[in-house]
C-alpha cells in the first residue's frame, strides 16, 4: 500500500516569513494529492491539492508543487501570519480509489 | 455551508461494550468514510463506502467493525467490542466526487 512520509514535524518561523513542508509518497499511481489544515480540537481543513497532470497550484499565500518522478510534494505558505498555526496534514490518493493516506502531520507555529 | 455533522461529540464507554457513532454526511454526497486518529498522531483511513457497499477499507477495519446506510441520511460506524486501543478521534467525511473530503468535527471514543 501508498506510504506517505511528512517533514518536518515540528516548524516555527517568524511571522512574515516563509514555511515550507515537504511529503514523499510510495505509489506511483497515486495521482491526487490534498494538504489539510488542523488547528486544535478541530476537523481537518483542505487548503490546497493538486493533480499528477500538473507540476504548481498557487492559492494567494499557499502554493503546492509536485514532481512525480521523485514522488514528493510540498507545500510553500508564504507572509505567514499567526492564524496560520496549526497541524498540516499532506495525502495522496489514487484518483477515484477512495482510500486516502495521511502523512504523520507538521505542526506550524507562527510567531508573531 | 454544508457540514457534515456527527453525533455524539464525546462517548466514554467500558471496554467490551459496543458503540455507535453516527455521521449525518452532506446531502448531495455520494462517498462516505470514517477515519479515526488517535491522540497526537496521523489521520488514519478506515473504509469508503459508495452506492450502499464498502469500497475500500484499511486492515484496521477487522471483524469489530462495521458500517451502515440505515437510511437516506446517516452513515454509522459500530465498533462491536470496544478495546482500549480503539480510543481515538473518529471523524466521518464526505465527498460528492472520490475526492475532495470534508470532515466532521469527530467523536472523541473513550474506552476504559
Known amino acids: 500500500g501508498e506510504n506517505v512520509e511528512q517533514h518536518p514535524s515540528t516548524l516555527s518561523v517568524q511571522e512574515g516569513d516563509s514555511a515550507v513542508i515537504k511529503c514523499t509518497y510510495s505509489?506511483?499511481?497515486?495521482?491526487?494529492f490534498p494538504w489539510y489544515k488542523q488547528e486544535l480540537g478541530k476537523r481537518p481543513q483542505l487548503i490546497i491539492d493538486?493533480?499528477?497532470?500538473?507540476g504548481e497550484k498557487k492559492d494567494q499565500r499557499i502554493a503546492v508543487t509536485l514532481n512525480k518522478t521523485a514522488k514528493h510534494f510540498s507545500l510553500h505558505i508564504t507572509e505567514t501570519q499567526p492564524e496560520d498555526s496549526a497541524v498540516y496534514f499532506c495525502?495522496?490518493?489514487?484518483?477515484?480509489?477512495?482510500?486516502?493516506?495521511f502523512g504523520s502531520g507538521t505542526k506550524l507555529n507562527v510567531k508573531p | 455551508e454544508p457540514e457534515v455533522t456527527q453525533t455524539p461529540s464525546h462517548q466514554v464507554t467500558q471496554m467490551g461494550q459496543e458503540v455507535i457513532l453516527r455521521c449525518v454526511p452532506i446531502?448531495?454526497?455520494?462517498?462516505f468514510y470514517w477515519y479515526r486518529q488517535i491522540l497526537g498522531q496521523k489521520v488514519e483511513f478506515l473504509v469508503s463506502?459508495?452506492?450502499?457497499?464498502?469500497?475500500?477499507k484499511s486492515e484496521i477495519f477487522d471483524d469489530q467493525f462495521s458500517v451502515e446506510r440505515p437510511d437516506g441520511s446517516n452513515f454509522t460506524l459500530k465498533i462491536r467490542s470496544t478495546k482500549l486501543e480503539d480510543s481515538a478521534m473518529y471523524f466521518c467525511?464526505?465527498?460528492?466526487?472520490?475526492?475532495?473530503?470534508?470532515f466532521g468535527a469527530g467523536s472523541r471514543l473513550t474506552v476504559l
Open positions: 495525502a495522496a490518493d489514487e484518483y477515484n480509489f477512495n482510500k486516502f493516506y
Open positions: 493538486i493533480r499528477s497532470n500538473v
Open positions: 467525511a464526505s465527498s460528492e466526487a472520490s475526492n475532495v473530503l470534508t
Open positions: 446531502s448531495n454526497h455520494l462517498y
Open positions: 505509489d506511483s499511481a497515486s495521482n491526487y
Open positions: 463506502f459508495y452506492n450502499n457497499e464498502i469500497s475500500e
